[in-house]
């Protein structure tokens, strides 16, 4: 029996958290025996959407395939790039957006070892810009696949807790995990459901923790007392990475464990 082990990180946000993703990556891939790593990078450009020059840099450090959300679209140097006609696209956005918005929401690569897996991105509706029906989008998605491709991860960004449980529920024993993203903040309820999917609520930020979910406390403050719109900056202090690690039978495609995964910069010690 083969396993996959794959790494999904949360929101990575902004410069402090590429340049620990990027000095850690090379460790992480070794340490763990990682098969695949994915981000979400909606916001990786200064905390609000992603450019080229970004993804590439991901791409380099060794992060396989970069989800998306809410922020996927605000940068429009990015849309040549989601809309790239290569087989292997190695970025997507949520699936249910309209049908019109540039990229697509899902994407089959290969690993070194040969195992082909599949990355899905979904958007939830609550509390959230208005998108088409998350479920029946995934309904879509995997009817497309081949159903050879058996190790499935989906990212799902949402903000209600029952969003994703419902997703998760639903997806049960047709994907091989459903990790939450959006809310920058890890919960603590990594489980396999029944069928064999693993599942997380939210898998946590990648970034600054001396902050408001990534900017800067003393510039939301002021935005929630006096209702003015400020332009946000990002955060610096207290870097940490966030995610989780899903080990996956490759030739079910079921989960084997989930742990969550969450390193603190202040707690390596120099080398
Ligand atoms: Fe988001
Ligand atoms: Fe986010």
């Known amino acids: 029996m083969s396993t996959v082990r794959l790494l999904f990180l949360g929101d990575l946000f902004g410069q402090p958290g590429r340049d620990f993703l990027a000095q850690q990556m090379p460790r992480l891939r070794q340490e763990y025996g990682l098969d695949l790593v994915v981000v979400n990078g909606e916001n990786s450009a200064s905390g609000?959407?992603?450019?080229?020059?970004?993804?590439?840099?991901?791409?380099?450090?060794?992060v396989d395939v970069v989800t998306l959300g809410d922020h996927a679209l605000r940068r429009s140097e990015i849309f040549p790039t989601l809309e790239l006609a290569t087989e292997e696209i190695r970025i997507i956005r949520p699936a249910n957006f309209p049908?019109?918005?540039?990229?697509?929401?899902?994407?089959?690569?290969r690993t070194a070892s040969g195992v082909r897996i599949a990355v899905l991105n979904l958007q939830g509706r609550t509390f959230m810009n208005p998108v088409d029906c998350p479920l029946a989008a995934a309904d879509r998605l995997l009817a497309t696949l081949p159903s050879d491709v058996v190790v499935r991860l989906v990212d799902y960004h949402a903000e209600a807790t029952s969003d994703k449980?419902?997703?998760?529920?639903?997806?049960?024993?047709?994907?091989?995990?459903?990790?939450?993203?959006?809310?920058?903040?890890?919960?603590?309820?990594?489980?396999?459901?029944p069928n064999g999917t693993a599942f997380l609520t939210d898998?946590?930020?990648?970034?600054?923790?001396?902050?408001?979910?990534?900017?800067?406390?003393?510039?939301?403050?002021?935005?929630?007392?006096?209702?003015?719109?400020?332009?946000?900056?990002?955060?610096?202090?207290?870097?940490?990475?966030?995610?989780?690690?899903?080990?996956?039978?490759?030739?079910?495609?079921?989960?084997?464990?989930?742990?969550?995964?969450?390193?603190?910069?202040?707690?390596?010690?120099?080398?």
């Open 165 to 193: 449980q419902v997703m998760g529920r639903y997806l049960d024993g047709r994907v091989s995990a459903v990790i939450g993203t959006h809310t920058h903040v890890q919960t603590a309820d990594e489980r396999i459901f």
């Open 48 to 62: 609000s959407g992603i450019s080229p020059k970004i993804f590439e840099s991901l791409l380099r450090a060794g």
């Open 203 to 271: 898998a946590g930020m990648c970034g600054p923790y001396e902050s408001i979910i990534g900017s800067q406390i003393k510039q939301v403050i002021p935005v929630m007392r006096t209702g003015c719109p400020m332009r946000f900056e990002v955060a610096k202090q207290d870097v940490r990475l966030s995610g989780a690690i899903i080990e996956v039978d490759a030739e079910t495609g079921h989960a084997q464990h989930i742990e969550r995964f969450h390193l603190r910069q202040d707690t390596l010690v120099a080398k």
């Open 99 to 109: 049908p019109e918005a540039p990229g697509r929401g899902m994407t089959v690569v």
